[in-house]
Structure formats: C-alpha cells, structure tokens
C-alpha cells in the first residue's frame, strides 16, 4: 500500500506508550506486530484528519488479539495514535475480508 512506502520504523514516546497500555492494556509491541501480520486491513479516517492524515487498521498481533489501530505517518515512521481491542463490528469485518483473502 502506497502510505507504507518508504516507512523507516515506528516513532514513540512514553506518551502514546502510557496512554494505549493504561487506557486498552495494549503493549507499544503489540501494536508493531500487527503491521507485519496479514492480512491488515487498512482505512482513510478522514473525520479525523484535520491537521494530518490519519488511518486505522484493523489487525492481529503475533497471540492472535484483534486490535483497532489508528495512525498518521510522520517523518516516514508510524507514529500510533490510540489503540484498543476490535469492537464486535469490527472484527466481524475484519473475519468477512480476512476470509475473501484466503478463499481461491
């Protein structure tokens, strides 16, 4: 996918660290591993893109927890906005296109 082109990493600091471990109890590695787990649903979150663009992704870490992730890309490193658990709805369409994906 073409925000992904030219991605050096990832960029945090204890803020986004803290805020997601204490909020959702999810791990900054948790976060990471769903980037490089398929499949990663990707999507525009253009309401909250006011200032910069933002995305969200809906993914599976390495344990196989469903995460919702939402992320702007600065300075060519993601830099994770908020992240939490898969609400049902969500995982129900992340299941649907993960199925479409492996169904040939």
């Not at 909020?23 to 787990?37: G, M, P, Q, R, T």
């Not at 909250?48 to 663009?53: F, I, L, R, T, V």
Request: glycine share 2%; proline share 1%; with cysteine.
């Amino acid at each position: 996918m073409e925000i992904f082109e030219g991605i050096d990493g990832f960029q945090w600091d204890v803020s986004n660290i803290e805020k997601n471990h204490l909020k959702h109890d999810v791990l900054s590695s948790e976060c990471e591993e769903i980037f490089f787990n398929n499949p990663l649903l990707v999507f525009e979150d253009i309401k909250h893109s006011h200032h910069e663009a933002r995305y969200y992704v809906l993914g599976k870490t390495n344990n196989n927890r469903s995460l919702f992730v939402v992320f702007a890309v600065r300075n060519k490193l993601i830099r994770v906005i908020s992240a939490r658990d898969m609400s049902k709805k969500e995982r129900s369409i992340y299941e649907t296109e993960a199925k479409k994906n492996t169904d040939v």
